[in-house]
């Protein structure tokens, strides 16, 4: 079984401004470090389908999903808050990029694929159950780890997220529901100036200092993450992949490198081996500055695929 790569056209034509650094250009960088390291071709390609309404609103208030839609203009933008903006394109664009996690949870609990990486946008770990943030309108983790729940029967999702950022809108979500464990690692404080202290023993938050590296990053994931992950023995694993904490992603201010990225994939892979028939279903968040994206996102793919210096195979 392989590792499906998951994408949409629709989700290169969401803009916010020639100026905004979360651009189409991130899709792109991030396929044409695959295609220049040799192993795009040894991924499964699927094409996003668009997340209904229904799926939405397993996350999301009815009212906010159909404010969301209302909203969608005809031309020119509007804003949703003040980084936030939809074109004519937008919806379409975050139909598909939560369509597209919801089907990486289909196909690895179907054992189509083994698991996958969802090169999506816009992002999704700050929207809330009535609110756009952050360059987020729904939060595609979210939904895809609420259907996981929901159509798939499973009793225990986790949630890895690495971003720079906090996933506000995906705390808030699974704040109340033990069936999710949300584990993350973010610069703090730093917008949005939340997560410190979870309240509950299914939210693992490990705030890191400003310029914090690789070392630090790995013993959170080691001193907090792994035994928290053991112990709560996922059936699935969705990984918020923000890649913003890299060394020369500006908007960042930690330091991590390619390395560690493919280190905490390799971590995820080894839980999910233990407890989840390896089902791991990853989807795009941050990551601006463009050539550390691809390189990073690549490291993590590459892990994703045990690629193990071989083309012709994935172990």
Known sequence: MYTAYITHPACLRH?????????????????????????FDFLSPFEAPRASKALLTLVHSATYVKTIFDQS??????????????????????????????????LVMSNRIKNAFCNIRPPGHHAGRASAAGFCIFNNVAIAAAHALEHHGLQRVAIADFDVHHGNGTEEIFHDDPRVMLCSTFRHPYYPYSGASSGNDHIIN?????????????????NHWLPALTD?????????AGFDAHREDDMGGLALQESDYFWVTEKLNEIASQYANDRIVSALEGGYALSALGRSAVAHIRSLMRYDGNCDKQT
């Open 73 to 106: 203009p005809h031309s020119g933008m509007v804003a949703l808050d003040g980084d936030t903006l939809m074109n004519p394109h937008s919806l379409g664009a975050a139909l598909h990029a939560s369509g597209a996690v919801v089907l990486g949870v289909d």
């Open 206 to 222: 490990v705030p890191l200092a400003e310029g914090s590296a690789g070392d630090i990053f790995r013993a959170a994931v080691t």
């Open 15 to 39: 803009e916010m401004g020639a100026m905004h650094p979360e651009s189409p250009q991130r899709i792109h960088a991030i396929r044409d470090q695959l295609i220049a390291s040799g192993l």
């Open 232 to 240: 709560f023995r996922p059936q699935l694993i969705l990984v918020s």
